[in-house]
C-alpha cells in the first residue's frame, strides 16, 4: 500500500439507502463539495437518484472536482426468488452509471441484503443468534441470486460485485460472512468489509482477525469506528439498530474501539493498494457531517503520519 487513498460517501451525510425522504437533507452538489474540501478524493453513488443518472452530467460533476467514483450499492432482498429478476435488473442499472463514469480505480457494485426491512434482524442487531439466520434452503436461495446478479454485473459492465456484510440484514456476525463467501463464486463476489458493522455484528470481536479470516476475499475497505459502550448498553437494553443508530453506535474514527492503527498495517503488510472509505453511518438529523468527516480524514492522515516515522 503506498500513500492512502480515501474516500467518503453520502452516508455520513445521512443520504440512507433505506430512507428515500433522507435525499432532502442536503443537494449532492454541496455534499460533494464538503466532501472535497474535507480531504477526500473518491465518492460512492449513493442512494440511486441522489446524485444525477445521467452519465455525462455526473462524469461532468466527478470531473470537476476531481473525483473517483468508487463504487454504487444495489439493495436486494435475496431471501426472496421472487426478488431475484427485478434485483439483477437494478444492478444492471446502476453497474451501467458505474461503468459510464469509470476511471482508475474501476467501481465496485456493492450488492447488500435489503437492509432494515425484516422487523427480527433490526430488534435484535448487534445480538444475532443462530436461531434468527438463514435456513439453508434460504441460504441457497440467496447466495443463488447473489451469484446470478454478480454474474449478469460482470458480463455486461466488466465491473465487479463485492458484498456489503451489514448490520439489520441476514448477513451480520462472522458466521454467516463465513457462510456466504462458501456458497458463492471468489471470482465473481468479494467482500466488501466494514470495520464497524463488523465489531458490532461480531460482538467486539477484533477488526483485524475478521480481516485476516476473510482476506482472500476483501476487495474494499470501509473504515467506520464502533462505540462499544453504547453497543454493550445496546444489547443490555435490547435496542434495535436505529436506537444504537441514533445513539452513536458509529462514531467518528478514533473514538471507538476499532484499532485503525493496526488495520492500517494490516493492510500495508498485505499490499492493499485500492481506496479506503471513510465514513460515519448517520441518521438525518444527527451530529455536524462536514466536520465529522473532516476530523476522519485527519485522524487517518495521522495514522499514516506515525507509520512513516517509524
Not at 2 to 26: H, M
Not at 33 to 49: I, K
Not at 75 to 97: E, I
Request: negative net charge.
Amino acid at each position: 500500500m503506498t500513500s492512502l487513498r480515501v474516500g467518503n460517501a453520502p452516508c455520513s451525510w445521512s443520504i440512507l439507502e433505506f430512507d428515500e425522504s433522507s435525499k432532502s437533507q442536503i443537494e449532492y452538489g454541496y455534499m460533494l463539495d464538503e466532501l472535497v474540501e474535507t480531504g477526500y478524493t473518491g465518492t460512492e453513488l449513493g442512494a440511486w437518484g441522489y446524485m444525477p443518472t445521467d452519465p455525462e452530467r455526473l462524469k461532468a460533476e466527478l470531473g470537476k472536482r476531481s473525483l473517483v467514483m468508487l463504487a454504487g450499492i444495489a439493495c436486494v432482498a435475496l431471501k426472496d426468488r421472487d426478488a431475484h429478476t427485478a434485483g439483477v435488473s437494478n444492478a444492471l442499472t446502476t453497474a451501467r452509471l458505474l461503468a459510464a463514469v469509470a476511471t482508475d480505480p474501476k467501481p465496485y457494485l456493492v450488492l447488500l441484503d435489503n437492509n432494515a426491512t425484516v422487523p427480527e434482524r433490526i430488534a435484535n442487531a448487534g445480538r444475532i443468534t443462530p436461531e434468527l439466520g438463514l435456513t439453508p434452503l434460504q441460504w441457497r436461495t440467496f447466495t443463488e441470486g447473489a451469484n446470478q446478479i454478480a454474474h449478469a454485473v460482470w458480463e455486461e459492465t466488466g465491473l465487479r460485485a463485492a458484498f456489503h456484510h451489514h448490520c439489520a440484514g441476514y448477513v451480520e456476525t462472522p458466521e454467516e460472512i463465513t457462510r456466504f463467501l462458501e456458497l458463492t463464486d471468489p471470482e465473481l463476489i468479494g467482500l466488501v468489509f466494514d470495520s464497524a458493522h463488523y465489531a458490532y455484528g461480531a460482538a467486539n470481536c477484533d477488526v483485524v482477525q475478521g480481516l485476516e479470516r476473510f482476506k482472500e476475499r476483501v476487495w474494499y475497505i470501509h473504515c467506520k469506528d464502533h462505540q462499544p459502550q453504547v453497543a454493550n448498553r445496546a444489547r443490555a437494553e435490547q435496542w434495535d439498530y436505529f436506537q444504537a443508530l441514533r445513539c452513536g453506535v458509529f462514531c467518528e474514527l478514533g473514538n471507538g474501539s476499532v484499532d485503525f492503527p493496526a488495520m492500517l498495517r494490516w493492510l500495508k503488510s498485505n499490499h492493499y493498494d485500492g481506496y479506503v472509505l471513510a465514513e460515519q453511518d448517520v441518521l438525518p438529523g444527527m451530529g455536524t457531517p462536514k466536520e465529522s468527516a473532516g476530523r476522519n480524514r485527519e485522524y487517518l492522515r495521522s495514522i499514516e503520519n506515525m507509520m512513516e516515522q517509524r
